[in-house]
């Protein structure tokens, strides 16, 4: 039939908090696995729902965690000498 389009299944779709919890799992699951890695120094997570960023860095026998959060906060990773405004992560994205 020309022009007809099944009517979509809520079900079929990706609940947002669902996805963010299915994130987080993640994250919180891996983390441990390379913080094991011995030449891993710097781990560094950014948000996809806001501006904001969470830095794990390597200090002495174990991890310093760092909340880097807002667009006028500065990203510093010291492996690569890299310092810039945590906002240039996002610039392009709609509603940064």
Do not use: F
């Not at 996805?19 to 919180?28: A, H, K, N, V």
């Not at 492996?79 to 610039?91: E, M, Q």
């Amino acid at each position: 039939m020309v022009g007809w389009k099944p009517k979509s299944n809520p079900t079929d779709k990706e609940c947002p908090s669902h996805t963010s919890l299915d994130r987080m799992y993640e994250y919180q699951r891996k983390l441990p696995h390379y913080q094991n890695l011995p030449s891993l120094q710097e781990i560094l997570y950014v948000e996809s729902q806001r501006v904001a960023a969470t830095l794990y860095r390597r200090s002495g026998e174990g991890w310093q965690t760092i909340e880097i959060d807002g667009p006028e906060a500065s990203l510093q990773l010291e492996t690569i000498g890299l310092d810039l405004p945590l906002s240039s992560l996002y610039r392009g994205v709609p509603g940064s």
